[in-house]
């Protein structure tokens, strides 16, 4: 009745339930307790939490008191898998930084299995974080004491470890040159646990993304939220050379004596600066590498191979590309976050300013994301009104600057943003930034290949752009996508135009969506209906774009390829009113057009049958 009655199957030995493995508890339980612990091992403590929250969700563990119920034989059987999935939850929020919620658990888990010595590390951290030291230090000798009367032997490496650095005095943490924020730090709660947590695991961790995407204030917070002892921070945006990344760091940690000129790897200088900064828990923070790479990854890796305490935070647009590097790739904030700024920083920049809800929201949908463009925008309601400040987005390069005095130079002004990234490219870096803007909606490699011509390696080059945080990769069923943020797009197509490429980057924009439109024009008649509505959903707002131009260039071929795939787009998705503005549009220009090429009247066709 519930299931409908293809659910009960008849086989030659009896019946059974046509039913797949998510869709039985029994069987789902062990799937997610299978993927926490996969999630676990690869260091992914967030992923493994919310398969086991999931896993946990289909049944609280009660087993219940008839024995002769099947069902209670199984739920007795799936006992030490519920265990497991609490085990990994536990172990899972305390990696997160949230000691409060894993220590109930942990001290369960741990009075169930007191010489489980993984699970009893991160209980002393919890207890550590939330009881204090001397509680946690009290539970250790406990367990010492019991291991020694019980089997004769001592706790192993990491707990003893964890006991020595208990120990140390409980004195404050020391933070040089870490500072104090200015304003609160919107949005970036999880961000701060999950770099935090991250940096347990792995040596070095680089905070990866665009310019204006907040990274140096993350890794402040970060530097204040981490629980190592001692913490120096060094910006390194004034660095011009790579050789001169180390004497800076030691000028910056204290080790002055070996400020010399040197290159990156020198022992000298290696050498005093891990003296500097001491054999204990450390974090070094390196803020800004993208424009010395080489120098920032020779000092991290000969850092990381002398101390085994020491982790190393970067931020960058681009990676350093060692093997002890995790990077953490910095999200775009929120539409919701992007609005608390603005109220924020308009009201700051003047009190009593009129926030239209729904013309604040467009302002920060058309942001991308950025804190700095968002703060810069908010910054203008001083002479201007919100609704001005909407109208005036459509030049966000001349709007956007006058940024606060105490900011870095490179953050006055969004421009300037923008082409400190676009100074650190090769010259075949920005021609094919130039060429991919032309692109509203994205684009994959197959169709970066016509944009960038022949003769351009397109796949080396979506590499370089990705690697500089000047492209975002995403995958999908139909494979790797590639977008760019809509400051980054509008500054390279101005650079696109002052290059004079305009006629031909076009030229080669509708050559790519002439040619998917004849591979596409029968969408609505071909036998890959669903894959070919798919890439056509997808290509949407490139195809529309593609048919402004042949219009305005009597592009016949193009106009009737474009005319059959949008109209089939539309027709299919009840997008009538898009369908009659392209009739309206397009009648006319295709009733006049004579194809010259069989493939053209095959799109000719499709066009006016849709």
């Known amino acids: 009745t519930q299931l409908g009655a293809d659910v009960v199957v008849s086989t030659p030995t009896g019946y059974r339930l046509a039913l797949d493995e998510t869709q039985v508890d029994s069987s789902a339980l062990l799937a997610h307790e299978a993927a926490s612990a996969a999630r676990a091992r690869a260091g992914d403590h967030a992923g493994a939490l919310a398969r086991s929250e999931a896993g946990l969700a289909l049944w609280d563990g009660s087993v219940g008191d008839d024995a002769d119920d099947p ?113 609160p730090l919107l949005g970036r709660d999880a961000d701060v646990a999950a770099v935090t947590a991250l940096l347990r695991e792995a040596r070095v961790v680089t905070l990866l993304g665009p310019g204006g995407l907040g990274k140096t204030r993350l890794s402040h917070a970060v530097s204040r939220a981490v629980d190592h002892p001692v913490v120096h921070f060094v910006p390194l945006a004034g660095v011009i050379a790579d050789e001169d990344v180390a004497a800076e760091v030691a000028s910056a940690v204290g080790a002055g004596e070996a400020r010399q000129p040197t290159g990156p790897g020198n022992g000298d200088v290696v050498r005093a600066v891990a003296a500097a900064l001491g054999p204990g828990p450390a974090l070094l923070v390196l803020d800004n590498c993208e424009h010395v790479l080489a120098g920032a990854a020779a000092l991290a890796r000969a850092l990381v191979s002398r101390s085994r305490e020491l982790r190393v935070l970067a931020t960058s647009r681009a990676p350093l590309g060692l093997t002890s590097e995790a990077v953490y790739a910095v999200p775009e904030l929120s539409l919701a976050t992007s609005i608390e700024l603005f109220g924020q920083r308009a009201r700051a920049a003047r009190p009593g300013v009129e926030l239209p809800a729904d013309r604040v ?200 390829a474009l005319t059959a795939v949008l109209a089939a787009l539309w027709s299919a998705g009840n997008s009538y009113t898009r369908l009659t503005a392209l009739v309206a549009e397009t009648a006319g220009p295709l009733s006049h057009f004579r194809p010259e090429h069989p493939e053209d009247v095959e799109t000719a066709r499709s066009a006016a049958v849709v």
């Open 361 to 560: 929201a467009e302002i920060c949908r058309h942001l991308d994301g950025l804190p700095l463009a968002v703060e810069l925008a908010a910054a203008r309601v001083r002479v201007l009104s919100v609704a001005d400040i909407s109208h005036r987005l459509r030049d966000r390069f001349a709007l956007l600057r006058g940024g606060a005095r105490d900011a870095p130079e490179r953050h006055r002004t969004l421009r300037a943003v923008v082409e400190w990234s676009w100074n650190l490219l090769e010259p075949d870096g920005r021609a094919a930034l130039r060429a991919l803007s032309v692109f509203p909606g994205g684009f994959t490699e197959e169709s970066a290949q016509y944009v960038l011509g022949e003769d351009g390696d397109a796949l080396g080059l979506l590499e370089q752009l990705a690697a500089q945080s000047l492209i975002k990769v995403g995958e999908g069923p139909f494979g790797v996508r590639f977008h760019m943020l809509e400051t980054l797009r509008e500054f390279s197509a101005a650079r696109r135009a002052e290059a004079g490429e305009e006629e031909a980057v076009t030229d080669r924009f509708l050559a790519w969506a002439r040619d998917f439109g004849r591979t596409h024009h029968d969408v609505l008649f071909g036998g890959d209906t669903p894959s070919s509505f798919h890439l056509a959903r997808a290509e949407q707002d490139n195809l529309v774009l593609a048919l402004r131009h042949a219009l305005a260039r009597a592009d016949g071929p193009a106009t009737a």
């Open 71 to 183: 069902v209670t034989a199984l739920r007795a059987a799936r006992v030490r898998t519920y265990r497991a999935l609490t085990r990994h939850r536990a172990l899972a929020l305390a990696r997160l930084g949230r000691p409060a919620e894993a220590l109930p658990l942990l001290t369960e888990l741990h009075r169930e299995h007191p010489r489980d010595e993984e699970l009893l590390a991160q209980l002393l951290r919890c207890e550590a974080a939330t009881a204090g030291r001397p509680a946690a230090l009290l539970r250790y000798e406990e367990y010492r004491h019991g291991l020694r009367e019980e089997l004769g032997a001592d706790p192993g490496a990491e707990l003893r470890a964890l006991h020595t650095e208990l120990l140390r005095p409980d004195t404050a943490p020391a933070r040089h040159g870490v500072p104090h924020e200015p304003n």
